[in-house]
């Protein structure tokens, strides 16, 4: 299962990308907005979907 809990997130404060695993993120900007975003590979190459912020995705 992910690596990530909501009370770790609720931490998260350093800009950067947070791995759940299979492919799911955090990313918390450099402003401090944090955002879902699913990594996945289409026609060999690496592609970022965003799946929308955490005030409207949560882990619940």
Not at 3 to 29: F, H, N, W
């Amino acid at each position: 299962m992910g690596q990530l809990s909501a009370a770790k997130i609720k931490t998260l404060t350093e800009p950067g990308r947070y791995i759940d695993g299979d492919g799911l993120m955090m990313e918390v900007a450099p402003g401090g907005s944090r955002s879902w975003k699913l990594r996945v590979r289409v026609d060999g190459k690496r592609r970022d979907f965003g799946l929308g912020s955490l005030s409207i995705v949560t882990l619940s």
